[in-house]
């Protein structure tokens, strides 16, 4: 038994390792068919060359840039004190310059105009009446209105436990507060930036991008940028100076309240760049967005606060200021191509695997749907009959698998 089981696997080694096999092709002359082969082979083709490999530049390998942006805004603007909120000193107009108006001065990627500006002047560490606005109203008579010790809802102070005249109308009492005094409410000046002159800024937009891969370092700005250039999308969509009233112009939302309660804006600059034509070609293009608007119903726009402390004869004081603005993002996005040879085979050979459908549909009509489809599948499917007393004789498959279930 030992003998014949190594010369059947000696044999079955050799049928497996050492035999070229090939698969018999059936011919059918058959001018329809082999029309419609051809037809179905030349469309998938012309997918593979057209589609994958020269409109999805299926030929070039691609990387994301990564940059960053440097902005500078230049301009000046006529500012207006505003007296319908609020207001105790009369104030004449102001002009802001960027130092007032960028805020921080400089941020990559980023830059940040106020428009709007609430200032507190002179505030010190000390009880007040809380403001009119807050609405904390109370009588001397109750105790639990004010609860001491306590933080207000709007989080400017802490309840003393007091009730006292506020400071807008002496014939209504409201919770005393300790807190920084006056209350912002009660007592500020509001800065409007002059909405004319704030669309004639301009900004500068400086951008270096590098793609590792094809070691390219790339610059918006080149030896032959002409600076008094402005942007225009069209005209001239290379210059890197931009104004802001151009860039509210394109934008589709309500440029009154945008200026008034702040918003958030992207700056979004494209690399898509062929480098297989040389580098100095390749400019980014420029789209804008609106990320956040002024109108929204909850919660429009963007501010915050900011305080400047200083001490007078040993006593802390600040200046307080609740600022609105646009905050611009410079977004950079894009790819860059270049050819490759894997990348190429890669995309090829991909679309070389539709090729089969052209076999799977010529085979299923000839099978399922042509006249003479009884001779094709003769001509086609060999069958194999085993019977069962041939099952032990020596060399063929079945017996192997028989004799290895022993
Ligand atoms: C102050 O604000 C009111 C309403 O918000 C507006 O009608 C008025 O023109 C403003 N005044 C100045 C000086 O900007
Ligand atoms: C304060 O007390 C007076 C008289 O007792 C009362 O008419 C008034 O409604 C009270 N106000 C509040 C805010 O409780
Ligand atoms: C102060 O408040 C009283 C009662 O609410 C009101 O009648 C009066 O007109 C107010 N005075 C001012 C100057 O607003
Ligand atoms: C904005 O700039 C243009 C061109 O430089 C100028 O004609 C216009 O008067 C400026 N507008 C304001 C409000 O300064
Ligand atoms: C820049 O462009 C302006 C007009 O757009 C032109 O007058 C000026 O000569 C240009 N400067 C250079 C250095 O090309
Ligand atoms: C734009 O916003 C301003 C101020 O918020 C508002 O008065 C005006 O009606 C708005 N305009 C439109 C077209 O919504
Ligand atoms: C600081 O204190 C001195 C002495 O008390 C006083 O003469 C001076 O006016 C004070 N200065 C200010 C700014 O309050």
Redesign the pocket.
């Given at each position: 038994m030992a003998i014949s089981r190594r010369k059947v696997c000696c044999s079955f080694l050799s049928d497996v390792f050492l035999t070229y096999s090939t698969v018999k092709v059936v011919q059918v002359p058959n001018t329809l068919i082999a029309i419609v082969y051809r037809l179905i082979q030349l469309i998938i083709f012309a997918y593979i060359a057209l589609y994958i490999v020269w409109l999805k530049q299926g030929y070039q390998q691609f990387q994301e840039p990564r940059g960053t942006s440097i902005i500078k805004v230049k301009g000046i603007a006529k500012v207006a004190g505003n007296e319908t909120i609020r207001f105790v000193h009369a104030d004449q107009t102001h002009l802001w310059d960027t130092a007032e108006y960028q805020m921080p001065p400089l941020e990559n990627n980023a830059f940040f105009i106020t428009t709007r500006q609430i200032v507190t002047y002179d505030q010190t560490e000390g009880d007040c009446p809380s403001a009119l606005e807050d609405k904390l109203?109370?009588?001397s008579?109750?105790s639990d209105v004010c609860p001491a010790g306590q933080p207000t809802p709007n989080t400017f102070g802490y309840f003393t436990g007091n009730c006292v005249p506020t400071f807008e109308n002496a014939s209504i009492n409201v919770c005393e507060i300790h807190a920084w005094c006056p209350e912002e409410l009660s007592q500020s000046t509001q800065f409007i930036m002059n909405k004319d002159d704030m669309e004639n800024f301009t900004i500068y937009l400086k951008t270096m991008v590098t793609f590792t891969l094809f070691n390219i370092n790339l610059r918006n700005v080149r030896d032959a940028t002409n600076f008094t250039c402005r942007y225009h999308k069209d005209n001239d969509p290379h210059c890197p100076i931009l104004r802001i009233g151009d860039i509210l112009d394109s934008l589709n939302t309500n440029k009154s309240a945008l200026l008034r309660e702040g918003g958030l804006i992207e700056i979004r600059q494209d690399w898509t760049c062929n480098f297989d034509f040389h580098k100095d070609y390749c400019f980014p293009k420029l789209e804008f967005n609106v990320l956040q608007s002024g109108d929204d119903k909850l919660s429009p726009g963007i501010n915050y606060r900011s305080a400047q402390k200083y001490r007078i004869n040993g006593t802390e004081y600040r200046t307080l200021s609740k600022i609105y603005g646009l905050r611009f993002i410079v977004a950079i996005s894009g790819k860059g191509g270049k050819f490759d040879i894997v990348n190429l085979f890669v995309a090829i050979g991909s679309g070389i695997g539709f090729m089969v459908i052209a076999d799977i549909v010529c085979d299923a009509i000839f099978m399922y749907i042509h006249k003479y489809r009884e001779r094709y599948r003769q001509g086609k499917i060999n069958v194999c009959v085993i019977s069962s007393d041939e099952e032990n004789s020596d060399g063929n498959l079945t017996s192997i698998l028989a004799m290895q279930k022993e």
């Open positions: 109203f109370c009588n008579s109750e």
